[in-house]
């Protein structure tokens, strides 16, 4: 079956510009996760959806990022005036009922930002 | 777990030789650990988990992992590698429910 996707693989943009990342669940996972990954960092939790709302948005670093999530299945990062910083891999993951089910990871989103 | 660490950044090792892995996490209640593992150009994945009950769990592709209480202490090991097992793994527990808190990772070669 499909698995977890993501786009873009890949987004370069300059600094001070808009992006958008989007994840497409796993068909009934109603739990999803976005997770950071920094050079030499581990994953940084961002934020979580069950269903279509976020119980806990309090792995976002700044009010520039935002996310939402529509029908219980695509979900969308925003991150508003793109800075150096924020170049990572952009994670997303979904599981069909946390923790008994595993989390099922995307391939990631790379975010350059020049 | 409200934290998790692995000692190790960057192992190296040749086929046939033994692996272990170290993680450490920090008390919250309820233990739940897990090692996920990404192989090169592919997606991360779940190889064991440890909820209760037999502290010795065995995972995927022959990796098993010890919880030891006392320790706070959950590491990695297998036997003998393979070059397939070139990757990196990464260690995490679970804070709360739902919430997964991830090691840094360790990157493991194995040197064919």
């Known amino acids: 079956g499909a698995g977890v996707s993501q786009s873009p693989s890949n987004k370069v943009t300059e600094k001070g510009k808009d992006v958008e990342l989007r994840c497409d669940p796993i068909s009934g996972h109603t739990a999803l996760y976005w997770y950071r990954q920094s050079l030499g960092q581990g994953l940084e939790f961002l934020i979580y959806?069950?269903?279509?709302?976020?119980?806990?948005k309090s792995g976002l670093p700044s009010d520039r990022f935002s996310a939402e999530r529509t029908g219980g299945s695509v979900s969308t990062l925003t991150i508003q005036r793109t800075q150096q910083e924020d170049s990572a891999v952009y994670l997303c993951a979904s599981s069909l009922r946390p923790p008994n089910s595993p989390l099922h990871f995307g391939n990631g989103t790379r975010l350059t930002v020049t | 777990a409200q934290s998790v660490s692995q000692h190790n950044h960057h192992v190296i090792l040749s086929e046939a030789a033994s692996l272990e892995l170290g993680c450490n996490y920090s008390?919250?209640?309820?233990?739940?650990l897990f090692w996920y593992v990404q192989y090169p150009g592919q997606h991360l994945q779940l190889l064991l988990k440890y909820f209760s009950g037999d502290p010795l769990v065995k995972g995927i592709k022959g990796f098993e992992a010890e919880f030891i209480k006392s320790k706070f202490s959950f590491n990695l090991r297998k036997p003998s590698v393979q070059w397939s097992d070139t990757a990196e793994y990464f260690c995490?527990?679970?804070?709360?429910?739902?919430?997964?808190?991830f090691g840094t990772g360790t990157r493991l070669k194995v040197l064919a």
């Open positions: 008390y919250g209640g309820t233990v739940n």
């Open positions: 995490a527990g679970l804070s709360g429910t739902y919430k997964y808190i």
């Open positions: 959806f069950q269903g279509n709302s976020a119980p806990d």
